[in-house]
């Protein structure tokens, strides 16, 4: 079933300048002490052969993809993708902690703390965080990420987006 | 987001939010001077959010800022002041209360002044920060011109800019068309401030961004043309550019004719300096040397931003001032899109460093001077170079110094010559270290002053460029109540000069600061946001009074002798140094020393800066250790596939001056003859289960690895201590290295 909307965190890599903010912000904001517990990772991606060799940053976080590969994997039907606002929500007291959601997720976004269960970004849908939006968006110096509402085309271009920049 | 957005959430989420300054850029004090929000639950300090309010950062902030509570919760905080009870280097120490250990202090310094003279004192310099008036202060009412600068930062550049173009040619990032960021990292270190910003909107406008620097960091993959010159050759690439400009006559002859010394004399030098010859020391192409010295010189809208990447060589004056005379003959000082001299304001706070008191007689007694002693005090005051002050220790030349204060800053780490500091630090009489956090140094400490952080204090404030902000009290204290600024107040009280030290009071110190601004820091505190200010109207073209402009040494001469840019400089010339910027190979090189090339046939060289540290800072948060939790060692996928090292592996890496053992990082953006990893490893993390490194064999030390030798690892004028030097990398099997 396809949502009519579409959440996401846009990410712009020609405005990232991998300052890692965004990825603190968010451990910061979210509490996410725990060694690996991470919603958010800025990657560094290189590109050519020397003397061209070139890098890119990629912000990587949960995309709530328009078909989420990690729902239709896991067994016990812990992840669904809400109808109302299609975000891909994990319910917690579900998760067996089997990780078949990391080896499927194109991103590998899916992280799991001392508990084995599986964590991810919400898009701060139910937290406190004011017009400015996720800290993750508004921490950004160059405005690589903005919150959007997208139709599921829109969306889907945008996964192959961070896709081609992750291969 | 802005303050009553700010509020609007803390009250959701029963916290409290200060408005306030941050504090990660450098222990214990405001840094960048980032404006953030910060938000307190149950008393706790628990995270923070970017104040648009700032013009420094508008609303955004990096990692480190977001790791202060971090910061302020680590187990590795200093509780207590300590005295040593064990031999020095033990790190044995018993608990005492700070008046005690002012006491110590105190007493001890005034008994070594009467022995050995007020300059038998020196303070390592900490980054410079709203601290570093008080601590200039301090030394002057204590006698002494032993204000210890790295040598390797920022002074470098203003020295030779100063001498050479009377100014700081800044550079125009919002009018330019054509940016050159040169040894420049323009995003790490600041990556919510001014020129991180100004990069990128650079980028946006489609301005044309050529990086000059040994590796690929994330500026270089978004500039359009990267010059991969192997570290510390970067006079060599300049002198080639002028070489090509003059040769192809792309010059302003009416700017030179009017406003420059020395031109014909120049002329004649460079010849021996084609871009053939650069080649082979530089590793740039003689095609890529006069298609960037071409580019440059014909467009008319183009800057260049030097950084700190030439601060570190024995050629560094002469990278400098070959760069500051390519910027004056193509025309591009001072015109929009070029090189600014940016007129400072009016109205700025107070000067309190006393540098009315200095004499000659403090200048003839430096013990190791940062530049020579003709061209002291200069704008920071009399200054000795960090690294000599500890040498002195060890040869008595011309003196030992005998007491060292090291107020958040870690010597064994931070300058170059670990060895003999760590024999220096062993030998020397007196050594207080004063820091938030345990420092490489501590073991040797005769006191350590445990200091709070400025998320814990009142004081002081942040004056930027545009914008004044006070400093607020987040939390009460955790450990200590003192800061750096209490550090020195009480001292100078105890030592009997507090009459110099506003008898011990940090807000009448504040008040006495802001006076000409017309503010006190009641009323600052009043406004939540601070008080910006806007810029006064750009001026274009101000060669008369800028090529005039009075010198800080003691006789008032001004910079430049002839009113004009110095070209050939006649003030260095008289003083014994070169007046035409030459080459000079560092002290281990693959063109200078061949020899070595055998036994150490790759190029070393450090960063300075990096994206989630401060220096050799904060390697124990766990948030900023886990975005890189290992030393790292950058290295080309070639060089590492014939050493059979595959990325992660444990390499050893050796100098003709000791060895590391760090992990390679298969890096595809670095010359192959070239390797580098950040500077500043020693440090674990607790919470992480990560143990702390040697600091010297066998640790991942960089600055252990370098020439000190007082003959060819300094720049003669600027100090400028080498960070280049050959090495060797081999795979570390089983990742065991006895």
Redesign the interface.
Known sequence: MRMNNEYVIWFNHEKCTQCHGCEVACRSWRGLEGQGLLFRSVINVWRGNYPDAKNHSVSVSCLHCVEPACAAVCPVEAIIKRENDGVVEVDESLCIGCKACLDACPYGVPCFGSDDVMKKCDLCLDQAVGESGPPCVATCPGDALTFRKLNPKEKEAHMSYIFGLLE | ?NYQ??Q??AQ??GEQVVPTVCGMCGPGGPGGGCGIYAFVKAGRF?????M?ESPV?R?????K???A?QWVYSPDRLTHPLRRIGKKGEGKFEKITWDQAIEQIAETLIRQKKTYGAESLAILSPARRSYSEYIQRFLVAHGSPNYGHSGICAMQRAFTFCYTLGDYPRPDYQESELIIYWGRQP?YSG??ARP??S??AA??RGVKIVAIKPS???????ADI?V?LRPGTDAALALAMLHVVIREDLLDHKFIDEWCSGFKRLKAHIQQYPPEWAETITGVSTEQIETVARLYATTQRATIDLGNGVEHAPSANDAIRAVSILMAITGHLDRPGGNLFVTPPKNGIKSITLKERITQEMVDKLVGPEFPKQFQPFYEGTSSAYYRILESVLTKKPYAVRGIIAPGTQAIVSTRGSRNVAAALEKLDFFVVADVARTADMPYADIVMPLATSYEVDHSFQMVPGWLMATNPVISPIHSPKSIFDLFFDLSVAMGFGADFWDGSISKAMDDQLKPLGVTMDRLRQKNTGMTFSPGPRTYEKYQSVFNRVSPRLNGAPFLPHGKVAIFNTAFAEAGFNGLPQWCEPPESITGTPELSTNYPLILSDYHTS??FSAAWQRNL???R??QPHPMLHI?PDTAAVRNIEDGDWVKVKSPHGWIKIKAEIY?????DTVMLLHGWWQGCKE?GMADTPLLDGGANVNLMYSVDGDKAYDPLITAMTSQTLVQVTKIQNGAEK
């Open positions: 987001m957005e700010a609007e959430i959701k989420n628990i995270k923070v959010a970017g648009d950062n609303g955004s902030l990096c990692a800022a977001h790791a509570p995003i990556p919510v991180a910003k990069f990128l980028k946006q690929v960091e994330p500026d270089v993959g978004m990267w991969p994206k989630n766990p948030y900023l886990e975005i080309h595809p953006g670095i010359r192959p992480l």
